[in-house]
């Protein structure tokens, strides 16, 4: 939930208002945050680039295509490109997610 909310406060923060809150967002929002955060616990060197394949290769296997606009019901999303063709603002949404998972890596528990 965190790691969801940080990254929906940043989307918002860039004009992007597409994202419920963790309480309002639905199920294949919370499955595809929880799934980045299981990548991020079991690779925990990995770069923002396999952090947005892993999430490219999730949301394709799901259905998702590219679309201009994010659509879900068209299961369609601008960010369905390699890492490298990502805008600043979103190869930074990457970094970000990561950043927040590897606070809770780092936590004695």
């Not at 963790?22 to 952090?51: C, M, T, Y």
């Not at 299961?75 to 606070?103: I, S």
């Amino acid at each position: 939930m965190v790691a969801y909310e940080t990254n929906r406060s940043y989307c918002h923060s860039i004009g992007d208002h597409s994202q419920k809150s963790w309480q309002e967002a639905d199920e294949w929002q919370h499955e595809s945050a929880i799934k980045g955060v299981e990548f991020r616990f079991l690779n925990p060197g990995s770069g923002p680039s396999a952090q947005h394949e892993a999430w490219l290769r999730d949301k394709e296997a799901s259905g998702w295509k590219y679309g201009p606009v994010k659509d879900a019901e068209k299961r369609e999303h601008p960010c369905m490109v390699p890492y490298q063709e990502l805008p600043f603002e979103q190869r930074l949404k990457d970094r970000l997610f990561q950043a927040v998972v590897d606070v809770f890596l780092q936590c004695d528990h």
